[in-house]
């Protein structure tokens, strides 16, 4: 099946731990994401990413950090820095042809729960 | 700065009515993208719908359509005749025109709720 596969789906942390969530694409897409969703709020950016090993900050990428070592996966780790991390962490991903190259398109979503 | 405004945060109706979702946003770019998404209560966000700011004809899909008018920055939803199915979270996202690596400037989300 094409798409976006995150992992795990339910995380739970202790204070004081990093904790590294999976994303992987087998879309063929060149620029990938990481968004932040808190209760009944809109998404957040963290982090982005257009190309393999470059990727830029996004509105809150403090206490958060990425790799783009492989065009398929772009792996987010949740730092013990980061002060609030309970959330609902999202990956998404867009590139391709056409007219719908631009679209971007979201993982299942990971719940993280701290502890 | 890009901002999204969605200022209805829940809609509650009755199986078959119809619904309306406002949206109203705010860019400098004279190109853009605008996007609506459903969440449904699983989590993942399913697209539904991408419009270029250099097209404005409406587009009806089923039971969805939508209205986007470029002089009052406005990009609403409309569901007719509204199924239990449809009960979700309805974000509008904004998004610059050029390369792949698009980044979306949410809204707030409106919770719709279909009752049978």
């Known amino acids: 099946d094409g798409g976006i596969t995150q992992s795990p789906k339910y995380l739970f942390r202790k204070e004081g731990q990093n904790v590294t969530l ?15 969703q808190d209760p009944g709020q809109g998404l957040r950016l963290i982090y982005y990413s257009q190309i393999v090993n470059d990727f830029q900050k996004g509105d809150i990428a403090e206490g958060y950090s ?36 631009n679209t971007i398109y979201f993982g299942e979503g990971s719940w993280l729960t701290v502890v | 700065a890009q901002k999204v405004t969605q200022a209805q945060t829940e809609i509650s ?62 990009f609403n939803f409309t569901i ?11 974000f509008c996202a904004l998004s610059e025109a050029g390369a792949a690596g698009n980044k979306l ?10 009752k049978p």
């Open chain 2, 13 to 74: 109706v009755v199986e078959k009515e119809d619904v309306t979702l406002d949206c109203v946003y705010e860019t400098r770019d004279t190109t853009y993208y605008l996007f609506w998404y459903k969440q449904p209560p699983s989590g993942e966000l399913v697209f539904l719908i991408r419009r270029n700011s250099f097209d404005e004809q409406n587009e009806i899909s089923g039971r969805y359509s939508w209205n986007f008018q470029k002089s009052t920055s406005s």
């Open chain 2, 105 to 114: 400037t949410f809204g707030g989300g409106t919770r719709v709720l279909v």
């Open chain 1, 66 to 101: 990425v790799s783009r070592e492989k065009k398929e996966s772009f792996p987010l780790t949740v730092t013990s820095a980061q002060k609030n991390p309970t959330a609902f962490y999202l990956c998404a991903s867009s590139g391709g042809q056409g007219a719908f190259g």
């Open chain 1, 22 to 36: 999976s994303c992987e694409q087998n879309l063929n897409h060149d620029a990938m994401y990481w968004y932040r």
């Open chain 2, 80 to 90: 007719t005749a509204s199924q239990v199915v449809d009960s979700a979270v309805y």
